[in-house]
């Protein structure tokens, strides 16, 4: 399955999250369109007006960690108290 996660953000509104499957509309965006190998989507806005947004992520698979690197932690020695 298909399905496209949009924010919509109106002047002087709040924004709104939504998660969309092909054809399912809610909050005034249709998702009428997913193209995974652009990683895009098109949408149709308020019943008119059809826009494509880019996706950030073209697949539901999660992303693979990166693999991090940290400095050495030798430890010193510690000073004794005079």
Do not use: C
Not at 8 to 17: H, L, M, Y
Request: hydrophobic share 35%; proline share 9%; charged share 20%.
């Amino acid at each position: 399955m298909k399905w496209a996660f949009i924010t919509r953000t109106d002047p002087g509104q709040a924004a709104k999250n939504y998660t969309l499957s092909f054809g399912e509309h809610e909050g005034g965006l249709q998702l009428v369109g997913i193209d995974a190998k652009t990683a895009s989507a098109t949408v149709r806005v308020d019943g008119s007006e059809t826009v494509i947004v880019r996706l950030l992520a073209g697949t539901n698979h999660p992303p693979k960690p990166t693999q991090r690197t940290y400095p050495s932690l030798a430890q010193k020695p510690l000073a004794r108290p005079r």
